[in-house]
């Protein structure tokens, strides 16, 4: 027994050595070569970059060239093409040295290395007219490095980073130099339209007649929408930013599906700080204008004039969308700008398929009454008006107030006094509060896609008023033994829970008692 597991451990070891030989002679014949190399780091090529003139890569089958002249770089094929003069510098800059690790010797087949049909090559010209080629091969799956030649010598081949290649080893629009995207937040939006070719319009906006202050419109259709839910909607343009380059010829723009396209229009504020410098200046005696605040003591400097306004603007932008790539993405660009790019289809697809029932507010009616001139409420044949005063009255004195500081007659001795009425007749607050509280909190269990038509009179009517333009009705009606339904004169409906409607009710009955 013993004997058995002597020679199966023996046969492991075996086996576990000739694995290691296998890998090592494997790796060895992959790059025969390598054993007649030079490990000592060396420099395998640098030139005087500031003098190129033209440079070419070529890479997965496209050729691109590029000049410079008057120190500036341009795409040979296309000198409208926005190239990005930074990032071109830069990724020139990269031949300036190219150091090697290790430079192989007497290399006998470049299929080897991949240098028989090259990853990347790299043409170069400089102004006394000197010509140089690179071309990278292979990555070495030990090192990570890629085999590079000089000049087609193919009896030197070097061992540079890889990330030479991968530099070089680009797409045309990774050059080129976007123009920036507005920075635009939800905070600063006022309005937001979408416009789909042959189709309402859609708009949302802030507007002082809606409940909410945000409010939805797509045709004869308006609804008071809820400022949370836009918000969330309006974070979106925040994050809106451009994707890959696609053209700077505007003639294409049929091609890209922007002759008819979808319109995305921003309205938006900016705020911004100006100085406003009101100091008094005076004419030296050889004409030039001084500061007279010059002439005061130091101590006196804090006491300039000097104040900093704050300015708001009123802007737009609108961000045309055309067709899509093999990927979704939209083609895309702003009216204001040239260039053609693309955007994901997932940054703007919220705009382009709003739903309304998502960004409606899920109250009834949430009107604050301080908000109001006055509320009606039609219930049982009797009508009820609601209104209030805002005044400024002189502040009741106490004993209290003769042990005050002189200091207090900078004091106001008025204060402000609101009286709420209702028909004329002066009520408690606390009382108006108990049920007009039920009434703006109501919240909807179900809007619904279509508005019922009723042939009974509503069993109770709500009317909201502000001079500035809000008229909002809400009527009640009863639906079934659950709900109540409500319909409002913005030509929508909702189904309400029936409890909530008794509770109105029987905080309503409550208040006019007291008033009895």
Not at 118 to 138: M, W
Not at 200 to 208: P, Y
Not at 476 to 482: A, I, T, V
Request: net charge negative; with cysteine; aromatic share 10%.
């Amino acid at each position: 027994m013993k004997k058995k597991n002597i020679g199966l451990i023996a046969g492991i070891v075996l086996l576990v050595v000739l694995c290691v030989v296998y890998f090592v002679l494997h790796n060895h014949n992959a790059n025969s070569s390598e054993a007649d190399s030079t490990d000592t780091a060396t420099t395998a090529f640098e030139t005087d970059t500031d003098k190129l003139t033209e440079l070419t890569v070529t890479t997965e089958g496209q050729s691109y060239t590029f000049t410079k002249s008057d120190d500036k770089w341009s795409y040979s094929a296309d000198a409208s093409f926005p190239l990005d003069q930074s990032n071109f510098e830069e990724l020139a800059g990269k031949l300036k040295s190219i150091s090697s690790d290790r430079k192989l010797k007497d290399a006998e087949a470049v299929s080897e290395y991949g240098l028989d049909a090259p990853v990347v090559q790299v043409s170069i010209k400089n102004s006394d007219d000197e010509t140089h080629t690179l071309e990278f091969g292979a990555v070495n799956d030990m090192t990570s490095n890629c085999y590079m030649t000089v000049d087609n010598d193919t009896s030197k081949i070097y061992m540079v980073a890889s990330d030479l290649e991968t530099a070089f080893n680009f797409n045309l629009s990774d050059l080129a130099e976007k123009e920036s995207f507005p920075s635009i937040t939800a905070t600063t939006v006022t309005k937001l339209t979408v416009e789909k070719q042959g189709e309402e319009a859609e708009v949302i906006e802030k507007s002082d007649s809606a409940s909410t202050g945000w409010s939805y419109t797509k045709g004869s259709t308006q609804r008071d929408i809820d400022s949370s839910n836009t918000s969330n909607l309006l974070n979106g343009i925040s994050s809106l930013s451009w994707g890959s380059f696609v053209s700077a010829d505007t003639s294409k723009l049929a091609e890209y599906g922007l002759d008819a396209p979808t319109k995305i229009t921003i309205d938006y504020q900016v705020t911004e700080a100006k100085d406003s410098d009101d100091s008094d200046t005076s004419t030296s005696e050889d004409g030039t204008s001084e500061d007279s605040s010059s002439n005061e003591d130091a101590e006196n400097d804090s006491d300039s004039d000097s104040t900093t306004e704050t300015v708001t603007t009123n802007k737009q932008e609108v961000l045309l969308l055309g067709g899509q790539d093999s990927s979704g993405n939209y083609y895309a660009k702003l009216e204001s700008q040239s260039n053609i790019y693309t955007i994901s289809s997932s940054s703007v697809e919220s705009f382009l398929n709003i739903d309304v029932k998502t960004l409606v507010s899920n109250y009834v009616s949430n009107y604050i009454f301080a908000d109001l001139d006055r509320v009606t409420i039609q219930k049982d044949g009797e009508s009820y008006e609601f209104t209030k005063t805002t005044e400024e009255k002189a502040k009741e004195k106490d004993d209290s107030d003769d042990s005050k500081s002189e200091d207090s007659d900078t004091e106001s001795d008025t204060e402000t006094v609101t009286t709420y009425f209702m028909n004329g007749n002066e009520i408690k607050l606390e009382d108006f509060s108990s049920f007009y509280s039920n009434i703006s909190s109501l919240e909807c269990q179900e809007w619904l896609d279509e508005v019922p038509e009723t042939q009974d009179e509503p069993e109770m009517t709500v009317e909201f008023y502000k001079e500035n333009g809000v008229y909002f009705k809400v009527e009640y009606y009863p639906y079934d033994s659950n709900f109540y339904l409500v319909k409002n004169n913005q030509g929508t409906a909702c189904l309400v829970n029936k409890m909530k409607i008794k509770e109105i009710e029987s905080s309503f009955e409550k208040f006019l008692e007291k008033q009895n």
